[in-house]
T-cell receptor, first 116, second 110 residues
Framework: DTEVTQTPKHLVMGMTNKKSLKCEQH?????MYWYKQKAKKPPELMFV???????INESVPSRFSPECPNSSLLNLHLHALQPEDSALYLC???????????????FGEGSWLTVV | TQLLEQSPQFLSIQEGENLTVYCNSS?????LQWYRQEPGEGPVLLVT?????EVKKLKRLTFQFGDARKDSSLHITAAQPGDTGLYLC??????????FGQGTRLTINP
């Protein structure tokens, strides 16, 4: 069973709505990530947080706004999304950014987002 | 840009057969991970390989990391219908970026 928990599992939102995806891990990991996955494609990196600070933003549109309130939580705030933003959003974590085993990344089960 | 070429993209075989999935790159990776993903679920980690030439076994699955840490393979012996799924290789490319292969969609027919 995954130790990265994502809520909600499914979300349907209109283009004018504001919603948030939530992610939690209790493995003591200090790096957390958001990925986006479209059907039949591999996951694409969106954001990386290290020690609660944003370290990578892969040129993601500002309608996606990440937040890391503490080392266990990661949120993704959504506003004014487009239908093409519909996808599986995956949260992940790893022990640290560097180190012999620090690169192993564990994924949550994902949040299915549909924008109508 | 670091790329991982995964092959084959699709594979459909009969139960009991053996198969191998390949991930190849011209770049060196500090580690490489294999994941299995069911429809509508997140990728589940199968193994991480770190050392060039490393071989890891997980029941009927054998993972190998190339000596130069540029390629990897996944071999499944006596495939079962429960092995059906999307298999993803992903290489660690520094700064905590994972470079994913395009995935292999495996179907094991009873």
């Amino acid at each position: 069973d995954t130790e990265v928990t994502q809520t909600p599992k499914h979300l349907v939102m209109g283009m004018t709505n504001k919603k948030s995806l939530k992610c939690e891990q209790h493995m003591g990991h200090r790096a957390m990530y958001w990925y986006k996955q479209k059907a039949k494609k591999p996951p694409e990196l969106m954001f990386v947080y290290s020690y609660e600070k944003l370290s990578i933003n892969e040129s993601v549109p500002s309608r996606f706004s990440p937040e890391c309130p503490n080392s266990s939580l990661l949120n993704l705030h959504l506003h004014a999304l487009q239908p093409e933003d519909s996808a599986l959003y995956l949260c992940a974590s790893s022990q640290a950014l560097h180190g012999p085993s620090g690169n192993t990344i564990y994924f949550g089960e994902g949040s299915w987002l549909t924008v109508v | 840009t670091q790329l991982l070429e995964q092959s084959p993209q699709f594979l459909s075989i009969q139960e009991g057969e053996n198969l191998t999935v390949y991930c190849n790159s011209s770049s060196v990776f500090s580690s490489l991970q294999w994941y299995r993903q069911e429809p509508g679920e997140g990728p589940v980690l199968l193994v991480t390989v770190v050392t060039g030439g490393e071989v890891k076994k997980l029941k009927r699955l054998t993972f190998q990391f190339g000596d130069a840490r540029k390629d990897s393979s996944l071999h499944i012996t006596a495939a079962q219908p429960g092995d059906t799924g999307l298999y993803l290789c992903a290489g660690a490319a520094g700064a905590q970026k994972l470079v994913f292969g395009q995935g292999t969609r495996l179907t094991i027919n009873p």
